[in-house]
């Protein structure tokens, strides 16, 4: 019986994963233990819960694979350093004293880590096995997904050299076709942005996507004249004379500021009219990287599939696009298309390209609904529960999902904590808060009183698998909230000759249909069809919120406030539900009232508790 344990770690969003026979048997990010955003320390707590959930130790690993391969990462740096020189010294002598110190001996430091962790000498470790970072992308989007053969793409910021490659998968093997190498990258373009709109760089990404709609592409000619080269067939290469990144300790340089016409956006100050159509400007222009690319890769494979990982392929909107375009028969997202599904990834290269094993796509996908994470009994919840002096009552099924639906009617934000946490950044119904989309003030609730947000952000909607079709211009699946479509045109609604002169941010005061919780600018929404297969539990609570309403959509949107990572235990959600204004919380078959709460009395406030994203 062959185990292996990946791992990603050292950069951003640290993971760890655990594969038996093929099989993906846990994934967690080391952040829901550590409770610090996108953590890069090397994940203990995560690989402790996954080989607690495999029941082995260490020593009974066959392997361990980590995601990439410093030594290349190293040589790229080198390299980009000498071919600026003598610009980035600062630069150059920050990177080099992490890298000397501790990066360049990666596999010794990898060794010693684990060999604490599982109180062994590094002599006594399974072998440690390094896989390059778009290889482990690939794996993580081609072995998982439901389809024999594919095409494989893979879009990010960098990896050791390639920043977007082109795989193909067959049965069990992947093999390299092409590869985009730093420092032209789309990823980067993205990320330059949001560092220019004011937003944290590989943290933020998500919220320029979410202000795009506000804004109109007015600057997306000025993007592809000046800074990005897009050839045909999707292939490009950015103009650096515009951005620093390649050596400098910021995003962008003051030539990029004089080209888009002022300075960079100063976090958490005012957003303006100019800052979301630059947002507009650069989704438009990603969108268009990704359809040229995906007609080019259809016609040079004949591919009827395509797979996408890395962190371009979180784009949900291009993701959207791409499907809509009708390019390919099907498409499937890595859920944890990030690094951290570079742990994955790699073991699973390990055990199908490495070791040879065989691969047999079933026409559904190995990643169980990406619900990989942590559970815990009715017994260690309300011991968690009763620690923390918490009132609740405890219900049976029928009678809680029954419950919960008539409270989200009534206009109520629910908290809802179930079976195994998710893996990747979306919550999907496992550490999920919930709102009723019917109501025409649950996204400003939502973002300003539970999440502590900006208030432009939209939410998702989770809707019953076969009933996607009577709400939103979409067909199949999108499980994994990595697909966005129109909402039907029957169900939106138009604004108003005077409501037609708002702009920017006003624009949220207008409904546009009947779900306006979760019905963005545009009519859009970032979807999730809810399965019965894979989370009976939450698509029970949907069935009875339908029953109740005839509204087959909930609001859904993860548990957590801003700048904390999602929920992982009971009582990190006991403590999320008490620093917010949410009214219910669900922890299995518990469920807790806030007013029968006693007063909370925190020793510290999660504003700074949770670094702002």
């Known amino acids: 019986m062959t185990q292996i344990l990946g791992i990603s770690a050292y950069y951003h969003d640290s993971a760890a994963s655990l594969i038996r026979e093929g099989r993906i048997l846990a994934a967690a990010q080391e952040e829901r233990f550590s409770r610090k955003k996108h953590d890069a320390r090397f994940p203990a707590q995560a690989i402790a819960y996954c080989l607690a959930e495999g029941g082995i130790t260490l020593r009974d690993l066959d392997y361990i694979a980590f995601y990439e391969k410093p030594l290349l990462t190293f040589d790229r740096l080198l390299e980009t350093y000498l071919g600026y020189a003598p610009q980035g010294i600062q630069s150059f002598v920050k990177a080099m004293s992490v890298w000397l110190k501790e990066k360049l001996y990666l596999k010794t430091v990898l060794k010693k880590e684990l060999a604490q962790l599982g109180g062994c000498k590094p002599a006594d470790l399974p072998p440690l096995l390094f896989g390059e970072h778009h290889q482990s992308h690939a794996a993580s989007a081609f072995f998982p997904s439901p389809f024999q053969d594919a095409a494989v793409l893979c879009m990010d910021g960098v990896g050791e050299w390639a920043t977007t490659s082109l795989w193909q998968g067959r049965d069990n093997t992947l093999t390299p076709l092409w590869q985009i190498d730093f420092p032209h990258s789309l990823g980067l373009l993205y990320s330059a942005f949001t560092y220019y709109a004011g937003f944290k760089v590989n943290s933020g990404e998500y919220k320029l996507m979410g202000l795009a709609p506000y804004g109109e592409p007015k600057y997306a000619d000025l993007i592809l004249e000046n800074l990005i080269d897009l050839k045909p067939d999707g292939t490009f290469r950015l103009n650096l004379d515009y951005f620093n990144y390649p050596v400098g300790l910021t995003m962008t340089n003051g030539k990029f500021a004089q080209l888009l016409g002022g300075p960079a956006r100063a976090p958490e100050t005012a957003l303006t009219q100019r800052h979301m159509d630059l947002a507009a400007s650069v989704q438009a222009v990603t969108e268009e990287v990704v359809l040229r690319l995906g007609k080019s890769i259809q016609q040079d494979l004949g591919a009827d599939h395509l797979c996408l990982a890395g962190g371009v392929a979180l784009n949900c909107v291009a993701n959207g696009r791409l499907q809509r375009a009708g390019i390919f028969k099907d498409i499937w997202v890595q859920p944890a298309a990030g690094d951290a599904g570079g742990a994955i990834g790699a073991a699973l290269a390990v055990w199908h390209q490495y070791l040879n094993q065989p691969r047999t796509a079933t026409g559904r996908d190995q990643m169980g609904g990406s619900y990989l994470g942590p559970c815990f009994s009715q017994g260690e919840i309300e011991r968690q529960l009763q620690d923390l002096k918490a009132v609740y009552q405890i219900l049976p099924d029928p009678d809680l999902f029954d419950r919960v639906a008539e409270l989200l009617s009534q206009g109520l934000v629910v908290g809802w904590f179930q079976g195994r ?85 006003e624009k ?106």
Not at 476 to 502: C, F, H, N, W
Not at 541 to 550: E, G, H, S, V, Y
Not at 606 to 612: A, I, Y
């Open 421 to 505: 946490m998710e893996f990747g950044p979306r919550a999907l119904g496992g550490r999920s808060i919930l709102g009723d989309p019917r109501h025409p003030q649950m996204q400003s609730v939502m973002n300003l009183k539970i999440k502590y947000r900006e208030s432009f952000r939209p939410f998702a909607p989770s809707v019953l698998a076969e009933r996607v079709g009577d709400y939103f211009e979409f067909t199949g699946t999108s499980p994994y909230m990595l697909m966005v479509a129109p909402i039907k045109t029957d169900l939106r609604r138009r604004p108003t000759a005077e409501e037609d002169q708002l702009f920017g941010i």
């Open 508 to 613: 949220l005061k207008i409904p546009r249909s009947d779900l306006p919780a979760i019905t963005h600018v545009d009519y859009s929404a970032r979807l999730q069809t809810v399965h019965r297969e894979t989370n009976p539990r939450y698509y029970q609570l949907l069935q009875a919120f339908q029953r109740r309403t005839d509204c087959g959509v909930l609001v859904n949107t993860s548990f957590n406030v801003r700048g904390e990572p999602i929920v992982c235990t009971p009582g990190d959600a006991y403590r999320c539900f008490q620093r917010t204004e949410m009214d219910v919380l669900v922890v299995e078959n518990c469920l807790l009232l806030k007013p029968d709460q006693p007063v909370w009395e925190d020793d510290r406030r999660w504003q700074e508790e949770f670094e702002l994203d």
